[in-house]
Structures are given as structure tokens and as C-alpha cells.
């Protein structure tokens, strides 16, 4: 009995949450000194760059959505969010959340983190930061 519980909370402390809004800040999120224009456009490019699908823009909200495919570790996939919001100054800010399809999982071994740090390494390249 007490190993099963030892494994439990291993898995769990070793395979962090199915979703990402509980990273810090700092982690999920960029400003960018550029127009929005220029951000945007790198914004949406960067999905696929990151290995994502593109499934939804709304330009006029500042949003993007995109998801993963499955795999044998995931069967349902993951959705990231991005919202892309203009500071004042020309500044530009952008948030990346992602999280699993999955509702019978409680863990993802750290995918929608990995999913938001490549997306965000991406974009970054794209912008040359």
C-alpha cells in the first residue's frame, strides 16, 4: 500500500499539472517592442512553427488557438490559447496557455508546459529576440 501511494505522488509531482495558467508569468508570457502588426502575423506563423495546428484566429480579440495532435501518451491532443493584446508605447504583449482534451487525465508529464515553451522559443525566433 505504501508503495502505491509513494508512486502516486511521484507521478504526480514529477508530471506537473494538464495545464499551464499555473506557470509563472514570466514563463507564458512575452512583450515585444514591435507594431502589433508585425507581432501578429509572427504569432499565428509561429503555430505551426511550434508543431500545432491552427484552428481559430480573431485578429479584432487578439486571439489564437491551436492544437496538438494525439499521441500515445495523449489520446485527445492539447489546445493552446495565445492572446496577443497592444500596450501603450508600442508595446505588445502575448500569453500562452495550453492545456490537455483529456478529462480522465489529471497529469501530462509536462506537454502543455513544453507546448508553451516552444511556442514562445518560436516566436521569439521569428521576431529575433
Known amino acids: 500500500m505504501r508503495l502505491a501511494a509513494a508512486t502516486v505522488m511521484s507521478a504526480l509531482v514529477l508530471g506537473g499539472c494538464a495545464t499551464t ?3 509563472p508569468l514570466e514563463e507564458r508570457s512575452r ?32 486571439r489564437i488557438r491551436a492544437r496538438s495532435g494525439p499521441t500515445i501518451w ?12 497592444e500596450l501603450r508605447e508600442g508595446r505588445v504583449r502575448v500569453d500562452a496557455n495550453a492545456e490537455t482534451f483529456s478529462e480522465d487525465e489529471d497529469i501530462d508529464f509536462g506537454r502543455s508546459a513544453r507546448f508553451v515553451r516552444e511556442y514562445l522559443n518560436a516566436l521569439d525566433e521569428r521576431l529575433g529576440w
Open 74 to 85: 495523449d489520446f485527445k491532443g492539447h489546445v493552446l490559447v495565445v492572446v496577443v493584446t
Open 21 to 23: 495558467y499555473n506557470m
Open 31 to 62: 512583450v515585444y517592442e514591435l507594431a502589433f502588426d508585425d507581432v501578429w502575423e509572427a504569432a499565428v506563423a509561429s503555430v505551426d512553427d511550434a508543431g500545432m495546428a491552427l484552428t481559430e484566429t480573431e485578429r479584432e480579440h487578439g
